[in-house]
């Protein structure tokens, strides 16, 4: 299943600059596509991240070394696909 986790510029710098460089996390973060999107008429500038939920599972490991304030981000795109 396909989820598409989305983050702010900066805190995506932030979750993929806490990866090591032989994390198999990090190719799955190279994959982030740069996103631009208005919101409630607030213009969003972010990445989108692809990814399945073992990755998306393995992100939120890294973020709770290195951002813990994106993990309901990360929950909500999980939530998303979730029956």
Known sequence: MEI?????TRDFER???GATADSPLLKTL??????DHAV??????GYEIP???EQAQDIIELARRCCPEVIPEIEKALGAVRP
């Not at 190279?30 to 996103?35: D, L, R, S, T």
């Not at 409630?40 to 500038?45: A, I, S, Y």
């Open 15 to 17: 979750l993929r600059a």
């Open 30 to 35: 190279e994959k982030a596509v740069p996103i």
């Open 4 to 8: 598409a986790i989305k983050l702010a």
């Open 40 to 45: 409630e008429g607030v213009l969003f500038r």
């Open 51 to 53: 990814c399945n939920e």
